[in-house]
């Protein structure tokens, strides 16, 4: 036996190791693990990401459960980083598993899991009287080529955060401009009252896509062209923003820690009292009025974000949120769709609100009781001008890469507000027309 | 003979057993294929079926179809696209760059940390143990770490830095590329300076004492002793140490990926980021397959000039 | 001796130097949520909170991600040594032929990013049924960590003298026992090395741990830290509660293990 022949059988074996790979990899799985068969029972697993320290989850599974004896629903939590989650899924509803039937996703997601074949087309799954349930506009965010890909469950959105306190006592009005803002804010710094006047989200990551496509529309423009074929940041709407962002640090008004700041750190600037206006998700509100973890509670309140002088306010704000996929090699549609039917509709929907402390999706479950259960979020939610991100393409996370990078490149002093929106669009413009 | 010795730099000494007694010489060539197969069939079966089929989804355009995926070949076009992005080069330029410093710096401090503890008379293994600590600390957490100790708000390292007069008021160290960079370098030096004195103290152990002894008697300072004792006779280890070490450093993702995102803009991108970009962000299976591949290249190619660099420098004996 | 105290203080030197952003980590640990973002840091967290580790253990089950870890981690460790060691003999001490082709080899198995192997080593593993079970990770485990394990332990058996095995062959004993008896003791460091290197790995491990067990109760630690917080929260105290603690597994296996390889190495190996 010679070296040469062992390295050929040890090739031999990989290869044949690798064809069955392959050959399964191209087949839907045959096995499901879940048991079940013999009684009329079905158990179908649901991925969801954690959402908060609320007990939401386990409850909402609890809760069907018992109303529902031929079903049972086990529940997988996912990591926290949303990367990580899509990287995880794709791998393993790619690959054919039946597992998990439901998942929860991204609201930037529909577009890229319908084409990669992740998801179900749930147009052909619900009644049309299904949809009824959700606004407008949720409903064509999780569209794809017309049509839907993901189940609303639950909302979120951007909120101007600011002191109530020491706006009073500075005689100052909530701001309704950027103007404003950066001027009260000077005003009250001066005094010595805080040393930050506006904490934002600055590091290169998908939350600089969220503030600053809120500006970008604040001043007139968008990221791409209507029909996705080119990125349109490198316009006058595009420079007034980042020059604006840029200002707020280079006055001082914006902490120069910004350009590496993510919810966390801003959020962390606020709740120490250091800043009088915040932009943040809702989230935010439970934890400024925690006495462990803030020292201003009490002392907050929230509003629209601004938008420039001249244009229509309220400014825009970005949602998030999470809505439910199925995966297409579930062996249970019919208990998918019923699990799903009844996690959007009033009772599931409440407890999003009374447990989970977040907003329902479901119009009909955003009742006063709702709204008060997730404190003033509730009431300055209906008066919010929601602008999506330009999530109708597959290439979405190409496009939010070539935004933030460039931007936030711009931010740290790295490179000039022109030269950062040409090059970012450059790279959108490319993503969007290899994703064609 | 020159060939055998040449040899000997890769594989080691000479074997056991010259080639002249080919009785002997067959038994032992069967015990090393017999000793060698266990280990070799489980890695073989484990990571060479992935690679292949890696390098295959490297050629191929994955899309979806009714039933799962469908893979159709399209030659090196995921290549020629990852090639021609400026986001590549960009990655390649700071990941080849970051290796060569964060390597060197690595190993010259590491063989430092394992000197003096080759030289404790006590507590060594509390030493080592505490040395340990930093290597042995979960990769994400330590991201974590060090951005909380880097944050710019109300950071420790910032908060030194102002103590010690370094600097007026707290900078952003995180939000330019040198200071990025720097960060990125201290946090992995931490983590990995432990790994390669370990490595260099298990070759270190091995020396006899006594060399150095009687190299002293003879009135050879310590960088001689250095140089030519130490070094030349804990090789194997120090080789081990750099390849690894580069290998290691090449793939560098957990860090940047907490600490920098491979920001600012993307200065501290790494190759290994890209690919987790293209596989987990754009779910672009073909073009980050290319990428993981270029990047398995470089590395090879890197890894074999190496070690036939290190064969040829061998003296004859 | 006066070299040697110089070491002692050097080394311990370098050992606390090294040991400064655990302190780090071990006061954020013990302080409430309010005082990890201050500015000037608090340098001692006074008064100090156990309510990060409750946050940990008790709400989110992190002893259960710790005793996985160990198990995958003692597993594939055991493993690695068991068929890393006739390895790395074969490798250096026979005259079988391609051992340059091996070790280069295995190092290039070693360069492959493991992220492109997930794929393909879910369907293989699901396929076989073992998704969500102790050996979905220990296999992995094993197979990427060898490479690294039998290069360690080769050097060591380099440096080790062929005679007193010769001297064994002559005596006419067999092959296990002369490895077991005559070579294993004298390569410990570059076993403990190896040991060491391969448990840590797996300690650290994470996109195959995620991505194999979806189950909590196969999870390991660096897949429950993950799981910490919320989308937009980065709860710093938990985490850093919950990486103080999974630290000391690693701890108590060097200073148990410290005795048997340092100690008995320093005195015990007197060679020719």
New interface residues.
């Given amino acids: 036996m010679s070296g040469v022949r062992t390295r050929r059988a040890a090739l031999a074996i990989a290869t044949a190791a690798a064809v069955g790979l392959l050959a399964t990899g191209c087949s839907p799985a045959a096995s499901n693990g879940s048991g079940g068969s013999s009684s009329s029972k079905v158990t179908i697993n649901w991925y969801v990401q954690p959402l908060n320290s609320t007990s939401i989850w386990p409850d909402l599974v609890a809760a069907f459960n018992k109303s529902h004896p031929n079903i049972e629903v086990t529940l997988t939590v996912g990591p926290t980083n949303v990367d990580t989650v899509r990287g995880t899924l794709s791998t393993q509803l790619g690959s054919g598993s039946a597992t998990p039937d439901v998942y929860e996703g991204d609201i930037t997601w529909p577009a890229q899991f319908a084409k990669a074949g992740l998801a179900v087309n749930l147009t052909k799954l619900f009644p049309k009287s299904f949809w009824d349930r959700f606004s407008p506009g949720a409903i064509t965010l999780a569209q794809y080529k017309g049509s839907s890909y993901s189940v609303p469950s639950w909302t979120e959105a951007a909120f101007l955060y600011y002191r109530k306190d020491l706006l009073t006592k500075a005689g100052l009005p909530v701001p309704s401009t950027w103007e404003e803002l950066v001027a009260d804010a000077k005003k009250v710094q001066a005094t010595g009252a805080v040393k930050d006047g506006y904490t934002w989200q600055g590091a290169g990551y998908e939350g600089l896509t969220c503030d600053f496509s809120e500006l970008v529309a604040d001043a007139g423009g968008g990221i791409v062209s209507s029909d996705y074929t080119k990125g349109t940041l490198d316009s006058a709407a595009g420079q007034k923003a980042l020059a604006f962002l840029k200002e707020t640090i280079a006055s001082g008004v914006s902490p120069k820690a910004t350009p590496t700041f993510q919810e966390p750190q801003s959020l962390n600037d606020f709740t120490a009292g250091n800043a009088l206006f915040m932009r943040n998700w809702s989230y935010a509100w439970a934890i400024t009025q925690d006495p462990k973890q803030s020292k201003v509670v009490g002392k907050v309140g929230m509003a629209p974000l601004p938008s420039f002088a001249g244009q229509p306010t309220p400014g825009a704000s970005t949602n998030g949120g999470g809505g439910m996929f199925i995966n297409p090699h579930s062996k249970y549609l019919k208990q998918d769709v019923t699990f799903l039917t009844w996690l959007t509709g009033t009772e599931a929907q409440g407890m999003f609100a009374s447990v989970g402390k977040v907003l329902p999706a479901n119009v009909q479950a955003q009742t006063p009781q709702a709204q008060k259960d997730v404190g003033p979020v509730g009431q300055v939610l209906a008066k919010l001008k929601i602008v999506g991100r330009p999530v109708g393409t597959p290439a979405y996370s190409q496009v939010s890469r070539a935004l933030f990078q460039n931007v936030n490149a711009a931010l740290s002093g790295n490179a000039s507000v022109s030269g950062a929106l040409s090059s970012a669009d450059s790279q959108i413009t490319t993503a969007l027309s290899s994703s064609r | 003979m020159t060939s055998t010795s040449a040899r000997a730099s890769i594989v080691g000494p000479p074997a056991l057993f010259p080639p002249r007694a080919s009785r002997r010489a067959r038994i032992s060539r069967r015990r090393g294929y017999l000793l060698t197969a266990p280990a070799l069939l489980v890695v073989a079966l484990v990571t060479l079926a992935p690679i292949a089929f890696s390098v295959y989804l490297s050629l191929c355009a994955v899309t979806a179809g009714a039933d799962g995926f469908d893979y159709s070949l399209v030659g090196l076009r995921n290549y020629a696209a990852a090639l021609g992005s400026q986001a590549l080069w960009s990655a390649l330029t700071f990941t080849a760059v970051y290796t060569v410093v964060s390597v060197t710096v690595q190993v010259v401090l590491g063989l430092g940390v394992a000197i003096i503890i080759d030289r404790m008379t006590r507590g060594t293994g509390v030493v080592l143990a505490l040395l340990l600590v930093p290597w042995a600390m979960i990769t994400v957490v330590s991201g974590q770490l060090w951005s909380y100790i880097f944050n710019g708000v109300y950071g420790l390292a910032d908060y030194l830095l102002v103590v010690l007069h370094v600097v007026p008021a707290p900078v952003t160290i995180l939000s330019n590329p040198v200071g990025a960079f720097v960060a990125l370098l201290v946090a992995d030096s931490w983590k990995t300076i432990p790994f390669v004195s370990l490595i260099l103290f298990g070759g270190l152990r091995t020396v006899d004492k006594e060399l150095y002894a009687a190299a002293r008697l003879d009135g050879a300072g310590g960088w001689t002793i250095l140089g030519r004792i130490t070094i030349p006779l804990i090789r194997q280890s120090l080789i081990t140490a750099v390849v690894f070490r580069v290998l290691q450093a090449f793939g560098i993702f957990d860090l940047p990926f907490v600490l920098t995102n491979g920001g600012p803009g993307n200065a501290t991108q790494s190759m290994a980021m890209l690919a987790y970009n293209a596989l987990f962000q754009d779910l672009n299976i073909g073009y980050g397959a290319a990428i993981s591949c270029i990047t398995a290249a470089v590395v090879i190619v890197f890894a074999v000039v190496f070690l036939r660099a290190f064969k040829v420098e061998e003296p004859g004996g | 001796m006066r ?3 110089v ?2 203080i ?3 030197a ?3 130097v ?2 400064l ?2 302190l ?2 071990a006061v ?1 640990a013990f302080k ?3 005082a990890l ?5 608090e340098l001692l967290p006074i008064p100090a909170t156990t309510s990060n580790f409750a946050a940990a253990f008790a ?1 989110n089950n992190f002893g259960v991600f710790l005793g996985n870890s160990v198990i995958v981690g003692a597993m594939s460790t055991v493993i690695v040594v068991c ?2 060691l ?2 790395a ?16 080899g ?8 493991v ?10 593993l ?2 076989l ?1 073992w ?1 969500n079970s102790y050996q979905a990770l220990v ?2 485990y ?3 960590n ?3 394990a ?3 332990m ?3 058996l ?3 003298s ?1 005679q007193m ?2 001297a064994a062959e002559v005596d006419g004993a067999s ?1 296990p026992r002369t490895i077991l008896q005559i070579i294993v003791p004298q390569a410990l ?2 076993i ?2 190896a040991a ?2 391969t448990f ?1 790995a797996c ?2 491990e ?2 195959m741990a ?2 194999f067990n ?3 109760a196969y999870q390991t ?3 429950g ?10 709860p ?1 105290g938990t ?2 509660a919950a ?1 103080l603690v ?2 000391l597994p ?2 108590l296996l ?2 148990a293990l ?2 048997w390889v ?2 008995g ?2 005195t015990g190996s007197v ?1 020719g």
């Fill in positions: 070299a040697g105290t070491a002692d050097a080394g311990v370098v050992g606390v090294f040991l952003p655990v780090w980590l954020g409430p949520v309010s973002g201050a500015f000037p840091p709400t068929l890393g006739p390895a003999y074969g490798l250096s001490r026979t005259s079988m032929r391609g051992r340059g082709g091996v070790l280069t295995l190092l290039v198995i070693s360069v492959f990013p992220i492109v192997t997930i794929p393909p080593l879910y369907v293989a699901r396929t049924g998704l296999l992995p094993v197979a990427f060898l490479p690294l039998i290069w360690t080769r050097n060591s380099l440096a080790v062929p095995e010769e092959l460091p570059g403990f090395v060491v290197l840590v300690w650290q994470f996109l995620l991505s979806s189950n909590a630690a660096p897949v830290i993950a799981l910490f917080g919320g989308t937009f929260q980065l710093y985490i850093f990486s999974a630290l690693i701890l060097v200073l410290r005795r340092v100690d190495l320093s060679k």
